[in-house]
């Protein structure tokens, strides 16, 4: 079967760093996805990696190994706006996306 | 204001009713889709369609229905809703299916539903 696995719950502080961790398995692979979703709200993309290496937006990095099935998604200097749910989604060979269950990341001052 | 809506934002139903939720975009998107999400869950795809005039079937498509008459609108209807269709609806639209950034899916306000 299709999984995607990451943390189900993550806190740091203001200001710091923090790395999500998100590991798949799935029928063929057409690209990773992470998206931010505030608590009642929809869920907003943030990133798209399909080639191995790291991709940078700003505070936010997202980082893919295909070899590894692995992927992570790097928040540096941390604001309390950060405090949200974090989804990974793989698209796999029929172009349809795989989510995994979000990480809660809490922010505390 | 380019983007998705979807109505009603939120419903309480009583069991065995008919209930449609509403979904139009106006980014003249090829593929639609609904999902739900559960608590602890991650999003389940329930029914999707790539282009006007086909629909297919997601992860979770038992006792809902969908339609795509034309581009901007994918209404999904619960035919006789029952509890465990007690969830958030969201809806979403992507431009492109041949891998890639156009992969991109951007999601409605969502549907707050509850069945009892």
């Known amino acids: 079967g299709q999984n995607i696995d990451q943390p189900t719950e993550m806190t740091a502080t203001e200001g710091a760093i923090v790395q999500i961790n998100c590991t798949y398995q799935t029928s063929g692979f057409n690209g990773l996805f992470w998206y931010q979703q505030h608590a009642g709200e929809a869920p907003t993309f943030l990133s798209y990696n399909v080639l191995d290496g790291l991709e940078e937006k700003g505070r936010f990095s997202s980082f893919l190994s295909r070899s590894k099935g692995y992927s992570y998604l790097l928040l540096k200097e941390l604001q309390m706006k950060d405090s949200a749910s974090y989804l990974c989604a793989v698209m796999d060979s029929n172009y349809q996306l795989i989510w995994g269950a979000g990480t809660k990341l809490i922010i505390k001052p | 204001i380019a983007g998705i809506t979807q109505a009603p934002t939120s419903q309480i139903l009583a069991a065995g009713r008919r209930m449609t939720l509403r979904c139009t975009q106006d980014?003249?998107?090829?593929?639609m889709y609904w999902y739900r999400q559960d608590l602890g869950l991650g999003l389940r795809l329930i029914h999707y369609?790539?282009?006007?005039?086909?629909?297919g079937k997601g992860e979770v498509p038992d006792g809902y229905s969908v339609s795509r008459a034309n581009t901007d609108d994918f209404p999904l209807t619960l035919a006789s809703a029952v509890p465990s269709q007690t969830s958030v609806y969201f809806c979403?639209?992507?431009?492109?299916?041949?891998?890639?950034?156009?992969?991109?899916?951007?999601f409605g306000p969502g549907t707050r539903l509850t069945v009892l």
């Open positions: 980014m003249r998107h090829n593929a």
């Open positions: 979403a639209s992507s431009d492109g299916l041949a891998g890639g950034p156009t992969d991109t899916q951007y």
């Open positions: 369609s790539n282009t006007a005039g086909t629909t």
